[in-house]
C-alpha cells in the first residue's frame, strides 16, 4: 500500500469518527509515522510504505478516531513560529492565544510574569521574540512545569526563564515586581464542560481548563493579588472565554487596574482582557 492509498482511507476513517479536518490530521500522523516533516509529504505519499510505517499510521489514526488530539499523539504542537513539547499535563497551545502574544510583545518591557504557565508557550514565546528581557512562570501542576522546563532547554531560553511551582503569585518573592503580566487561565465554567469537544474534554487537564464555578474565580484572584507585584504603568493582559471581556474587564476595573480593554482574536471573537497599573506597588 502507498502512502497516497493510506492517507484516502485513513481520512475516511477519521472523518467517520467525526474528526472535522480529518484530511490534514491523516497527513500530520503519516508524517510522524514516516518520521519527515510534513512539508515533504507530497513527495513521499507516492512510495511503499513498509509494514513499520503502515502499523504505527494505523495505529495513530486508530488513536485519533477516538478523538485523541493529535499533539498527543506526536508529541507536539506548532505556536508563534516554534513547535512545543505537549503532554496531556498541559493545555494544547491554540492559535487563538497568538493574540495574546502579539499585543504583549506591542509594547516594550523588560520582566515578564506568566501565571498559569503550562507548557510555557506564552512566556516562551514572548522571550524569543524580545531578547533583552527575563520572566518568570508558575503553576500549580508540577508535570506541568517539568514541560515548560523542556520547552525552555529546547529553545535555548534556560537563562531567562524560571519556572516556580505554586498558585498564581503564590511562588514570588515580596520584592518581585514585573512590567508585564500575562495568563492564560481556567475560564470555562463547570456548567460548559460537557459542550466541549472529545479532545479537550476527555484529554486536557480538567484544572486548567475549568474553575469547576463560574468561570471567573481565576480573574478574581489574580486581580486581588497581582498589582502588588506590577511596576508603575505595567501591562497585564488575560485571555478570556468570548462571552467574558465585560466581566473580567468589571473585575479589574474594581481592583483598581486601568484603562481595561477587550482585544478580538482574528476571528473576531473577545479573547484578550488589558488593563494597566497606574498606581504605585507595595512594598
Known sequence: MTGTEALARATRRLAEAGVAEAA?????????????APGRLSLAAPEPLTEL?????????????????????????????????????VLDPRPETETLVAE?????????????TGSGCILLSI???????????TDISGPALAVARENSARLGLEGRA????????????????????????PYIAAAEMAGLAPEVRNHEPP??????????????????AVPGHMTPGARILVEIGESQGEAVARIFATAGLTEPRILPDLDGRDRVVMATNAGIASN
Do not use: M
Open 53 to 89: 510505517a503502515r502499523g504505527q499510521f494505523e495505529r495513530l489514526v486508530e488513536a485519533r478516531a477516538s478523538r485523541v488530539p493529535v499533539s498527543h499523539l506526536t508529541g507536539t504542537r506548532s505556536f508563534w513560529g516554534r513547535d512545543f513539547r505537549v503532554t496531556p499535563d
Open 104 to 116: 504583549a510583545l506591542s509594547a516594550s518591557f523588560t520582566r515578564v510574569l506568566d501565571l498559569g
Open 24 to 36: 490534514r490530521d491523516a497527513r500530520r500522523l503519516l508524517a510522524h509515522a514516516l518520521d519527515i
Open 207 to 224: 484544572a486548567a481548563l475549568t474553575d469547576n464555578g463560574d468561570g471567573l474565580s481565576a480573574y478574581r484572584a489574580i486581580a486581588a
Open 162 to 185: 524560571e519556572l516556580r511551582e505554586g498558585t498564581w503569585v503564590g511562588p514570588l518573592a515580596a520584592d518581585d515586581r514585573f512590567d508585564l503580566v500575562v495568563s492564560n487561565p
Open 127 to 137: 522571550l524569543a521574540e524580545a531578547p533583552e528581557a527575563t520572566g518568570l512562570g
